[in-house]
């Protein structure tokens, strides 16, 4: 049977949270800007920039690419969610 790396996965959490908490404010404005504009192309390609730069300044090879992904999607969703809330 083969081991489970806890060590691994809790880095691969931490990442995927840190990711999303990026992604929060970014979703926030994103969900206030107008279709098609730059102000909403922005906010969409700066956190995957982010993410981009993250990864290689951690040495992460390609395996946490899908949960980095998975961060980036939840929060633009749940910083667009907030919006909602305060209004």
Known sequence: MGKINLN???IVLGITLLIMLIN???GYIRSKSTNLSRKKGRCIYIPILI???LRKILFL???V?????AGTIAGQFF???IK???T
């Open 65 to 69: 690419i899908p949960f980095m992904v």
């Open 61 to 63: 090879n390609y395996n």
């Open 51 to 53: 993410s981009i730069a």
């Open 79 to 81: 910083g667009g969610k």
């Open 24 to 26: 929060l404010p970014f």
């Open 8 to 10: 691994f996965y809790t």
């Open 84 to 86: 909602k809330i305060k």
